[in-house]
């Protein structure tokens, strides 16, 4: 490939680059978030000191897990939303799944998590009037998930 | 993978089931196998992103991701998965 055409390309490249990267990469952009132990301080890592309001979101989770390796979660909100995301207590780490809201995009979405016994799930929704939300909600599990 | 999207009054509901041991880094130490999980989830509309997502080693094994978003019927979406190490997988399907 001749030197001209070469640089053309790598222009193009980096013009492409800011358009790909409009959504957030939170593994990326906040690997302390992901490394946390409790709930608190992960969602510290990833948010910074905010005081969540307790309203406004939904989590739907069955109350008696039997199986702690695929339990169904949900997580609704009509709150216009910029990220959501979900932590638990029962594991080694609390972050398990953080989703990046389109541009009118529908908060409401399901996932099958492990857990490695009882605990409690914590969602944290970030509104676009610059507010956060939260739901806490405990569930049983009777056989862990974690490789047991 | 699978991918199956269905429209409804303007929403569309879409299931992803992917197929993926998922294991965490303590439940590789456990099993003596390599930690290796799905990182991260996209879903485009053509050029529009839809659904995105970053998920850790506590997601179940073949883990099914369900998402709602504004669209419609005879539409085209393509999901694409990437893991730890960096293996990717797209799927595409007709939206119903």
């Known amino acids: ?148 | 993978m699978k991918v199956k999207a269905k429209e409804k009054d303007g929403i569309v509901k879409v299931k992803v089931l992917a197929k993926h041991q998922n294991i965490g880094p303590e439940e590789g130490e456990k099993k003596k196998k390599e930690a290796n999980f799905i990182t991260s989830v996209v879903a485009k509309v053509g050029d529009a992103i839809v659904f995105d997502m970053n998920g850790s080693g506590f997601m179940s094994k073949d883990p099914l991701y369900k998402f709602k978003f504004k669209g419609k019927k005879g539409d085209k979406i393509e999901v694409t998965w990437i893991d730890l190490k960096g293996e990717t997988k797209s799927k595409e399907a007709k939206i119903k």
């Open chain 1, 1 to 148: 490939m001749d030197r001209r055409k070469f640089l053309g390309l790598g222009l193009a490249t980096l013009a492409l680059t800011p358009m790909a990267a409009t959504a957030l990469d939170f593994r990326k952009e906040k690997p302390d978030a992901w490394k946390a132990e409790k709930p608190a301080d992960a969602i510290k890592a990833l948010y910074g000191d905010i005081k969540p309001e307790e309203k406004g979101v939904t989590i739907k989770a069955p109350e008696l897990a039997e199986n702690g390796g695929k339990i169904p979660v949900f997580v609704k909100s009509d709150i216009e939303a910029k990220s959501v995301a979900l932590f638990q207590d029962a594991n080694p780490r609390a972050a398990v799944a953080a989703w990046t809201v389109p541009e009118g995009g529908i908060v409401d979405y399901g996932i099958t998590m492990k857990m490695k016994g009882s605990g409690s799930i914590t969602a944290i929704v970030e509104g676009k009037d610059g507010k956060f939300y939260s739901k806490v909600l405990k569930i049983e599990v009777s056989k862990g998930g974690c490789g047991g």
